[in-house]
């Protein structure tokens, strides 16, 4: 016979308060971790026995909430796909796809609430402040609008949206501290995807996009110290791994994503020293 426990969520929207009964122990924490909720065991039920009806109802909608979770984020993503399927300066889609795979990913590894992670990867680019004149407030603006859309609690939006204002890097003097673990994580899947044979192709993608040249003999990097500086900058592409690509490494948050940026910045620097070499006709 199959031990069953019934609990009471604790802790996350829309989950908190309702009922649901589950086997003991590991389904609980499985349960938590896809929903970002926690469990706790309820005192006035003892293992193994059955709940009053108006309670196994409550469990039935419990359930239908679950779903919920994984649809918001499921029209979600749709949303965004539409508004981002064909861009062409390296902020597309299958960057937003990549940067939400990759956030799951650092995400399960380092326990934190997914539904925030999902979403606030999935929204992070929807209105980038470098294609509306440097306004930082854009993106919150767009994502809170549509998070409205599907009345997600205050609470989980000022989370998400404080995630996509702090997200970006603003130049190499410009400090771009994360505060909630959350927050890293996507900030980390998003820097991931600006470093090796991916940062590489869409780093000429944006140059291009922006009508950079490639690479202009001469011209020297420069360390921006302001956000105005960095956006104002129009110089040749190749000057952008030193600018920023660069330095992203130092700048990870997690543990799981430090172990991938390594890799990632190695090949970068191994592509540099042959464009070089190619561009002086040594081989
Ligand atoms: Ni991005």
Not at 10 to 27: D, E, F, I, N, Y
Not at 94 to 110: D, F, L, P, T
Not at 128 to 134: P, Q
Request: hydrophobic share 40%; glycine share 8%; with cysteine.
């Amino acid at each position: 016979m199959v031990e069953l426990v019934y609990t009471q969520v604790s802790g996350t929207w829309p989950l908190c308060g309702m009922w649901v009964r589950v086997p003991p122990r590991a389904p609980l924490k499985k349960i938590g971790t896809r929903t970002g909720a926690t469990f706790r065991e309820h005192p006035g039920l003892v293992r193994g026995r059955v709940p009053p009806r108006a309670l196994r109802d409550r469990f039935l909608i419990t359930i239908l909430f679950m779903q919920t979770h994984d649809t918001i984020i499921k029209n979600i993503a749709e949303e965004v796909r539409k508004k981002l399927e064909d861009e062409g300066s390296g902020h597309d889609w299958w960057h937003i796809v990549r940067v939400w795979n990759m956030a799951k990913h650092i995400g399960a590894q380092e326990h934190a609430d997914m539904f925030v992670v999902e979403l606030a990867a999935l929204l992070h680019d929807i209105a980038d402040w470098k294609f509306h004149n440097g306004d930082g407030t854009v993106g919150p603006k767009v994502a809170r609008q549509i998070l409205e859309q599907f009345s997600i609690p205050q609470e989980i939006t000022n989370h998400i949206c404080e995630i996509i204002a702090n997200m970006s890097f603003k130049g190499a003097g410009v400090q771009t501290p994360m505060p909630t673990l959350e927050g890293k994580i996507v900030q980390d899947a998003d820097r991931l995807d600006a470093l090796g044979a991916i940062g590489i192709a869409r780093t000429f993608a944006y140059g291009g996009h922006k009508g950079r040249s490639i690479y202009t003999p001469g011209q020297k990097p420069i360390m921006h110290q302001s956000k105005e500086a960095y956006m104002q900058n129009d110089s040749a592409t190749i000057n952008h791994f030193y600018e920023k690509l660069l330095l992203l490494k130092e700048r990870i948050n997690t543990k799981t994503a430090r172990a991938l940026a390594g890799g990632r910045h190695q090949f970068m620097e191994e592509y540099l020293r042959r464009f070089f070499r190619e561009w002086d006709g040594r081989i």
